[in-house]
């Protein structure tokens, strides 16, 4: 397990947009596939969208495609990022981003019994 730090979720009005980070300083954090994932009260965690260890293959939840992007800078120090655009009152929950160890390049993991590390967790709210 890797230590990952989140940052950037808050409060936002329908339409608006948060971009959410998550840092991992470790040197192989380029070997793990990542994901974002976020939970509702009363409802289970459910992926967001995930990125393969090269960034090439990307996965969305259906209902945030064409609105969420995904992206990751692999590096000395590696972060992954979660833009949201368009948010929605239905977008409102604790968001974490999870890594895991692959060793296929181009490989996403949706299911977050697959990871085996998690971000502390940032509340994003959206006011209607």
């Known amino acids: 397990q890797v230590q990952l730090v989140e940052s950037g979720g808050g409060l936002v009005q329908a339409g608006g947009s948060l971009s959410l980070s998550c840092v991992m300083p470790?040197?192989?954090?380029?070997?793990?596939?990542l994901g974002w994932f976020r939970q509702a009260p009363g409802k289970e965690r459910e992926v967001v969208a995930a990125?393969?260890?090269?960034?090439?293959?990307?996965?969305y939840k259906d209902s945030v495609k064409g609105r969420f992007t995904i992206s990751r800078e692999n590096g000395k120090i590696t972060t992954v990022y979660l833009q949201m655009n368009n948010l929605k009152p239905e977008d409102t929950a604790v968001y974490y981003c999870?890594?895991?160890?692959?060793?296929?390049?181009?490989?996403?993991?949706?299911?977050?019994?697959?990871?085996?590390?998690w971000g502390q967790g940032t509340q994003v709210t959206v006011s209607s």
């Open positions: 999870a890594a895991k160890i692959v060793s296929h390049i181009a490989l996403v993991l949706t299911d977050p019994a697959e990871y085996d590390s």
């Open positions: 990125i393969s260890r090269s960034g090439g293959t990307t996965y």
């Open positions: 470790d040197r192989t954090f380029s070997t793990y596939a």
